[in-house]
């Protein structure tokens, strides 16, 4: 066991306090530590236990906007994974049919101006509709009614964000 080696005047001082501690009357040494342990626990409810209970405090006014945030990302999950297990509809051999399906589906029928069936073919003319919601429904038209384009002209529009479109979509037999 090592033994730590303090300055001889460290431990003359340390000495000297002990024995004045020891001379002191018993109840003068009880009250004496009665207050040193209040003064700790003062320092330990100010500094520590009050900013505890302040952060506490604080969090749960924060959870229900949290808890909020963390079922709105849970449906999003689901909504996400639903898409990869999503059961393909019934296919239907009228390509009309199946082309307005999708459509209204997508709250896009009031943007179509025209719409062709040719057999398999389908002429559509959209109006003005977002970008994003374009690529969406090019997406579903492909993977829930097999609808390939064979020939698109997409047009800006001065509103942001906005398309003109005139697609043609082929599907096979």
């Given at each position: 066991?090592?033994?730590?080696?303090?300055?001889?005047?460290?431990?003359?001082?340390?000495?000297?306090?002990?024995?004045?501690?020891?001379?002191?009357?018993?109840?003068?040494?009880?009250?004496?530590l009665v207050l040193a342990v209040l003064v700790a626990l003062t320092i330990f409810w100010l500094w520590i236990w009050q900013p505890a209970n302040r952060h506490l405090d604080q969090l749960n006014a924060q959870l229900p906007q949290a808890r909020a945030q963390l079922d709105a990302a849970r449906e999003q999950w689901r909504e996400g994974a639903g898409l990869t297990r999503?059961?393909?509809?019934?296919?239907?051999?009228?390509?009309?049919?199946?082309?307005t399906n999708i459509v209204e589906r997508f709250s896009a029928a009031s943007a179509m101006t025209a719409l062709e069936t040719r057999g398999q073919q389908v002429d559509c003319t959209i109006s003005a509709l977002p970008f994003v919601q374009l690529v969406s429904l090019l997406d579903a038209l492909q993977k829930d009614a097999r609808f390939y384009v064979i020939g698109a002209t997409i047009t800006p529009l001065k509103q942001g964000g906005m398309v003109r479109a005139e697609i043609v979509f082929a599907r096979p037999d």
């Open positions: 066991m090592t033994r730590i080696n303090l300055p001889p005047s460290f431990t003359t001082r340390l000495l000297e306090w002990r024995q004045h501690w020891q001379q002191r009357p018993r109840l003068e040494r009880w009250i004496i999503q059961e393909q509809e019934v296919y239907t051999t009228d390509a009309r049919a199946a082309f």
